[in-house]
């Protein structure tokens, strides 16, 4: 009733345009702005697409999900990662949306196989799944869900535990255009490293294979000889990797690149694990994969590894070097080589001192984040030069460069 409101100005297809833009969630609470935007958030083009925010997953019940995916006639996105909601829920809704699912998302949610086998019969032109974290999926689902969706082509089964070669070998026959495969923490062996290399050795661009216990070198090493179209690799956390896996591999596209293992916050020093890879092998590596943006390689201890990386690495943007043997010549090195680096990870890295890290931080004028010791988080903006930041050593080296400080736990 407010005659200044502006919103009232707007058209309906402007209104709509704006309307696109928020998650299906946001969409139902607009609704109830008034009874113009309650029916222009029920039009069916905002509905092509459910998704929720990460505040809004707690509370989405089944029967709150079969009614917002009850909107459209034309459902082709399905968000449900992290959601409580029943197996029969999720069965309703997929037989709703039927053979236009293109993409669906239950990442975390406990399904069991017969979710892939009734996906597998209502959506046979699946494009893209994510059921990573789904404990209960084994090969049989994974099986009937491959032979139906023969279209898929990318899939991520990470943290599926129960998974092994037979599934990943029926997928891997069944659907000819795969080029993303996430299959980390799975039981998977070099067989079926050898069988990505032979089916998938054209167009297979991203690889997740982090975690996998019964991997060695042979079926790395196998698969990276063949495989040259690769654009992402990680191979973190495989207790069994050496120098082996990577000599004589040629990988012209390779932009990201996860090695060594993540660090372990809440486990004493002595107790993580460390990367049996030499500074060598990853001087063969970088010097083969020229257009690395993303290397994340944190606990690998090689101490001139830090030079292999400022001589062959010009292009990148995210570096994680947590628990390296850094000194600050060495980071000087790093930035002046990789000036657009937006992300750098320097977390247990004892040899650097506040003052080499502020001269570093003059060389990245794109930095957004750094992290340094076990709890600080620095995220850039720009700052007034009047605005607070940390009294700590590193917190004045990030002020001095722009960088506010934020103090959190581990």
Request: charged share 15%.
């Amino acid at each position: 009733n407010n005659n200044n409101n502006n919103m009232d100005t707007l058209s309906d297809d402007l209104l709509l345009h704006c309307l696109s833009f928020l998650l299906s969630d946001e969409i139902s609470r607009a609704a109830a702005v008034s009874r113009r935007w309650r029916a222009l958030c029920a039009s069916p083009s905002l509905w092509h697409a459910v998704a929720f925010s990460y505040d809004a997953t707690s509370r989405v019940t089944g029967s709150v999900l079969r009614r917002l995916c009850g909107q459209s006639h034309a459902l082709s996105y399905l968000d449900a990662h992290d959601l409580t909601v029943e197996a029969g829920d999720l069965y309703a809704v997929i037989k709703a949306a039927g053979p236009r699912l293109r993409y669906v998302d239950v990442s975390c949610c406990a399904v069991p196989d017969s979710t892939l086998s009734e996906l597998a019969r209502r959506a046979p032109d699946l494009r893209w799944l994510i059921a990573e974290g789904c404990m209960r999926v084994t090969d049989s689902g994974l099986i009937r869900l491959a032979l139906s969706c023969t279209q898929l082509t990318r899939i991520n089964c990470g943290g599926c535990p129960l998974l092994t070669d037979k599934g990943l070998a029926a997928l891997v026959a069944a659907c000819p255009n795969l080029h993303t495969l996430n299959v980390h923490s799975t039981q998977i062996t070099d067989a079926s490293l050898d069988l990505f290399g032979r089916r998938l050795a054209h167009q297979l661009a991203n690889l997740n294979i982090r975690h996998c216990q019964y991997v060695t070198d042979a079926g790395v090493a196998a698969l990276l000889r063949r495989t040259h179209a690769l654009v992402g690799l990680d191979v973190s956390g495989l207790p069994q990797l050496t120098d082996k896996a990577f000599a004589g591999v040629d990988l012209p596209n390779l932009e990201f690149l996860y090695a060594g293992y993540p660090t372990l916050y809440f486990t004493m020093p002595i107790t993580r694990p460390q990367c049996r890879l030499t500074a060598a092998a990853f001087a063969d590596l970088l010097l083969c994969a020229p257009r690395l943006q993303h290397l994340w390689l944190p606990s690998v201890r090689a101490p001139s590894l830090a030079s292999h990386v400022a001589r062959h690495c010009v292009h990148l943007t995210v570096l994680n070097a947590n628990g390296w043997p850094l000194t600050d010549v060495d980071l000087l090195a790093i930035v002046r080589a990789n000036p657009g680096l937006t992300t750098l990870k320097l977390v247990d890295c004892f040899q650097l001192t506040p003052r080499g890290v502020q001269r570093a931080l003059a060389y990245l004028p794109r930095l957004l984040s750094i992290a340094l010791g076990n709890s600080f988080i620095m995220q850039a903006s720009r700052p007034q030069r009047h605005q607070q930041t940390s009294s700590a050593p590193i917190g004045d080296a990030a002020a001095a460069a722009g960088i506010t400080t934020t103090t959190t736990t581990a």
